[in-house]
Nanobody, 125 residues
């Protein structure tokens, strides 16, 4: 019914930039908080940045000042601008949507905790 589709990952040299996008498909009424998480090999998935429907943001200490999260509510899309990338930023990045209200036929449904398929970000030294 609702899918999160990520794009924008890739290979970049240290100090470079990438911009990730995550678009929610479906007939969506509203999405509460959205966020980006990442998981490096052998490590647990961690929150990178989050943003509420009102635009309040929070960041992991490791990315503050380098990454910027934003969203376009009309497009149901969240972005992650990543600057000054470091090799330790290498991971699979996942998009997350918290409470999603959407239409399925004539019904309005609410579901929680949607995840995208992940996009690989590799930063070479």
């Amino acid at each position: 019914q609702v899918q999160l589709v990520e794009s924008g990952g890739g290979l970049v040299q240290a100090g470079g930039s990438l911009r990730l996008s995550c678009a929610a498909s479906g007939i969506i009424f509203s999405i509460n908080a959205m966020g980006w998480y990442r998981q490096a090999p052998g490590k647990q998935r961690e929150l990178v940045a989050g943003i509420t429907s009102g635009g309040s943001t929070n960041y992991a200490d490791s990315v503050k000042g380098r990454f910027t999260i934003s969203r376009d509510n009309a497009k149901n899309t969240v972005y992650l601008q990543m600057n000054s990338l470091k090799p330790e930023d290498t991971a699979v990045y996942y998009c997350n949507a918290d409470k999603v209200i959407y239409y399925s036929g004539s019904y309005r449904r609410t579901e929680y905790d949607y995840w995208g398929q992940g996009t690989q970000v590799t930063v070479s030294s």
